[in-house]
């Protein structure tokens, strides 16, 4: 695993919501919890938030209706998603 980090030059963050399934915090997700609570986003120019959904179908609801930047869920809701016309798609497994 290799981790890059470059100096961000910009002060101010864009802020990022990270839509999650379920109402807690669980440990196949620790790197990103690490990594936000530690503020390693903020190198990148990111200030990252992370909310819980429920369910998946909920947590791709939060990213088609703007609640949410992405979704960490079932792969499986993005060809649903497509099916139903939005432009879902899978960016990369975290869970692996």
């Known amino acids: ?3 890059v980090i470059r ?3 910009e002060k101010s963050l864009k802020e990022i919501t990270i839509a999650q ?8 997700y620790l ?12 190198a990148e120019g990111l200030k990252v938030s ?4 429920g369910n998946d179908d909920q947590t791709f609801a939060a990213v088609i209706q703007g609640d949410a930047d992405f979704g960490v ?3 499986i809701f993005t060809a649903i998603s497509q099916e139903r016309g939005f ?3 899978v960016i990369r497994l975290i869970d692996h």
């Open 1 to 3: 695993m290799e981790v």
């Open 7 to 9: 100096h961000n030059k």
């Open 21 to 28: 399934w379920g109402q807690e915090k669980y440990l196949i």
């Open 31 to 42: 790197p990103l919890y690490v990594a936000i609570e530690k503020d390693f986003f903020a």
């Open 50 to 53: 992370l909310k819980f959904t």
């Open 73 to 75: 869920g079932d792969p």
């Open 87 to 89: 432009p879902a798609k």
